[in-house]
């Protein structure tokens, strides 16, 4: 095992058009990481985005999968596997529905809640039993299908929210990785 190395992946759907789409909230984060600590995504490893380097104190492997959400587990399992990275050192951030918009949430665990990229991720892992951040981006407004608003970018009233929104959860990972996974929820669990 690599005791030394965490691996923080965003999900997200691959290229320019999907850029700025309340799908991509997790790819958004892990940009703002990388770009904070002056890390580069400018190698592909097993079919995700890669970037390398050090957060404060510790070794870090960033991914953003290039398979398109719903096959997001077969980047990241092999990933995983190769650099021999413990289950509980990877922490994936994707959107959440059920949340409002803007609303973070750290698990240590749990399972898909109906997010195709978080189930192809449990099935290919064969756990579920890493950490994980949620990131609210609220229901659609009336009877929209949730799959047509997840693919949209997130308005500009709502754009507004976000702005704070991915610097907090970029504070968050920080935490995680400073601190572990109790002091990331006890943070930002109860606001």
């Known amino acids: 095992m690599n005791e030394d190395l965490f691996l923080i992946v965003g999900l997200g759907n691959p290229g320019p058009r999907f850029a700025r789409h309340r799908h991509n909230v997790g790819f958004q984060v892990v940009d703002l ?8 995504f400018q190698r592909a490893e097993f079919r995700a985005a890669a970037a390398s380097g050090t957060i404060g104190e510790r070794r870090v492997l960033l991914a953003k999968p290039q398979t398109f959400m719903n096959l997001a587990g077969q980047a990241v399992a092999p990933l995983a596997r190769f650099y021999k990275i413990p289950i509980p050192q990877i922490l994936v951030l994707y959107d959440e529905l059920d949340l409002p918009l803007g609303r973070l949430r750290f698990r ?6 109906g997010h195709n990229g978080m189930k192809s991720l449990t099935d290919s892992l064969g756990t579920q039993a890493f950490a994980r951040l949620r990131i609210g981006i609220d229901r659609p407004p009336g009877k929209m299908d949730p799959a047509a608003y997840v693919l949209q970018d997130f308005s500009s009233d709502q754009e507004i929210e976000m702005a704070f929104c991915r610097p907090r959860a ?4 920080e935490i995680w990785l400073r601190e572990g996974i109790v002091a990331a929820m006890n943070k930002y669990n109860a606001v």
Do not use: T, V
């Open 108 to 113: 240590s665990e749990g399972g898909s809640g």
């Open 170 to 173: 970029a504070d968050g990972i």
């Open 33 to 40: 990481l990388a770009q904070r600590h002056h890390l580069a």
